[in-house]
């Protein structure tokens, strides 16, 4: 299913698909249209443009709402618009991959196929991006935690209880409670396995901050 409020891209794409022996395509121009059109034909595969308008639903919100009535449906969003922060939140809402639309045909079609695999999609300076926008993002990140919330992620990376934290600490069970809850916010976590991972992930970023020399370093 192609949804773009644009006549020509709409074409183009079919041309494209059509050229390559890509069947039963269905096209829509606008989100709302989009989304009773993607409920109603249940396509595999969707490619979406992000500066859609209708009734106050744009490309974000037309991602997320796909995602949540089907995790498998493969998504490939194709904009003008390359700006990392705008390429991440369409990685967060759920694509599958993301491509601009000054692209050649030919590269329209690799990501189409690859994201229809079920393969992620980025081009190389897209990626790049997008990596160095996550580094920054951790790097700010890290000048807002305190020493006793990094004594406290690395004992969550090492997998201990709340108890043990408090324990190991020296501190009440609710403080170490606190704490944790101050981190979820920092670091965008949920629930405590994903504060578990983000800790992890966050640690290994910094070799001056591993679990090991945090307990024993940090005042």
Do not use: W
């Not at 299913?1 to 022996?21: E, K, N, T």
């Not at 034909?41 to 639903?57: T, Y």
């Not at 999609?121 to 990140?141: D, F, I, P």
């Amino acid at each position: 299913m192609l949804i773009d409020d644009h006549p020509m891209v709409l074409q183009g794409c079919r041309c494209v698909l059509q050229d390559a022996h890509v069947q039963d395509i269905h096209e829509a121009g606008d989100a709302v249209a989009g989304y009773r059109a993607y409920r109603r034909c249940r396509p595999d595969m969707v490619v979406i443009d992000l500066a859609l308008h209708g009734n106050g639903l744009g490309g974000f919100a037309l991602i997320r709402r796909i995602r949540i009535h089907d995790s498998r449906t493969s998504i490939l969003v194709f904009s003008m618009h390359g700006d990392a922060v705008i390429v991440s939140r369409a990685l967060e809402a759920g694509a599958n991959g993301y491509l601009l639309k000054d692209t050649a045909p030919e590269d329209f079609l690799a990501a189409f196929q690859a994201v229809r695999r079920g393969q992620p999609y980025l081009s190389h300076q897209l990626a790049m991006q997008v990596a160095t926008l996550g580094m920054r993002s951790r790097e700010n990140t890290i000048g807002t935690v305190t020493p006793r919330e990094l004594q406290t992620m690395a004992l969550i990376a090492d997998g201990k209880s709340y108890g043990q934290i408090a324990d190991e600490l020296g501190v009440s069970y609710k403080t170490v409670v606190n704490t944790c809850s101050q981190l979820k916010v920092k670091l965008g976590a949920h629930n405590l396995p994903e504060l578990m991972r983000m800790s992890i992930e966050f640690l290994s970023s910094s070799p001056s901050q591993r679990p090991g020399s945090l307990v024993r370093h940090v005042a």
